[in-house]
C-alpha cells in the first residue's frame, strides 16, 4: 500500500525557470494538501484540492504559484519564473476526508526545490 | 493568522532521559496532532488528540490535550537515540477550514548514547 508519493525529490531551478512539482495521493485518498516549509520552520498551508477542484488556495501566493488535481494524473504544483526566495521544502499530503479523520493526514517525502 | 508557540526550541539529553515539549496557542483548536519528522523527510503522525483533556499514550509517547483547548504537551520516556528528529505540534481548525493544519516550528531533539 504505496503512501503519499512525491517527485521530484529535489530540483534544481535557476531563477526564472519554471519548477514543476508532482504528488500522487494515497489509494482512496481524493482530498491534497500542499504545504511549503522553509529552513529551520514549521510547514504552512498552501492550498487544498479535491479532484479537478480547488477548495482553498488562501497560502498560495496570488502570483507565479498554481495548483491543479486532475481527474487522472497526480497533483500538480507549479511555480513559474521561480526566485530565490522559492527555496524551499513542498511537501504533498492526502486524506480520504477533509481534516484527514481519524488518522489525520498522510504526508509524503517532499520536494526540496533549491532556486540558484 | 493563527499561531502555535512551540518550546522549547531545541533539547540535548541523554539515551534514557525522559523528554518533555509543549504548544501554546491564542487560538482554540479542535484537534491536536504531534508529528516527528526526520532529516530528508516528511513529517509523520505520532498520536492524534480529540477531546479537551484527553491523554493519549502510543508506545513511550504520551501527549495531553490541554482543557483550554489552546495548548497540549507531548512527553518521550526513557529516550533511545532513534528519537532523534525534529517534532511537531499542529492544531486543527474547527469550522469551515477544518481541513488547514497550523503547525509549530519544533523542537530539535538530540539523544547523545
Known amino acids: 500500500n504505496a503512501g503519499v508519493m512525491q517527485n521530484p525529490r529535489h530540483l534544481v531551478r535557476r531563477r526564472g525557470q519554471e519548477a514543476r512539482l508532482r504528488c500522487s495521493p494515497m489509494?482512496?485518498?481524493?482530498?491534497v494538501y500542499w504545504y511549503r516549509q522553509l529552513p529551520e520552520e514549521g510547514l504552512k498551508f498552501m492550498v487544498y484540492?479535491?479532484?479537478?477542484?480547488?477548495?482553498?488556495e488562501s497560502g498560495m501566493p496570488k502570483e507565479r504559484f498554481s495548483a491543479e488535481f486532475p481527474k487522472e494524473g497526480p497533483s500538480i504544483l507549479r511555480i513559474q519564473q521561480v526566485v530565490r526566495g522559492d527555496s524551499a521544502a513542498y511537501f504533498c499530503?492526502?486524506?480520504?476526508?477533509?481534516?484527514?479523520?481519524?488518522?489525520?493526514?498522510?504526508f509524503g517525502s517532499g520536494t526540496r526545490l533549491t532556486v540558484v | 493568522g493563527q499561531q502555535l508557540n512551540q518550546s522549547p526550541q531545541s533539547m540535548f539529553i541523554q539515551e534514557g532521559e525522559d523528554v518533555s515539549m509543549n504548544c501554546t496557542s491564542s487560538s482554540i483548536f479542535n484537534t491536536w496532532l504531534w508529528y516527528k519528522q526526520d532529516p530528508g523527510e516528511g513529517p509523520v503522525l505520532l498520536i492524534a488528540?480529540?477531546?479537551?483533556?484527553e491523554l493519549t499514550s502510543n508506545g513511550r509517547l504520551t501527549a495531553q490535550f490541554g482543557i483550554t483547548r489552546k495548548d497540549s504537551f507531548l512527553n518521550i520516556s526513557a529516550s533511545i537515540p532513534s528519537d532523534v528528529g525534529i517534532y511537531f505540534c499542529a492544531g486543527l481548525n474547527s469550522g469551515g477550514s477544518n481541513y488547514k493544519l497550523t503547525f509549530g516550528k519544533g523542537t530539535l531533539l538530540t539523544v547523545n548514547p
Open positions: 488528540l480529540y477531546k479537551a483533556g
Open positions: 499530503a492526502s486524506s480520504p476526508a477533509p481534516g484527514g479523520g481519524s488518522d489525520g493526514y498522510t
Open positions: 484540492l479535491q479532484k479537478e477542484n480547488i477548495i482553498d
Open positions: 489509494k482512496g485518498h481524493s482530498h
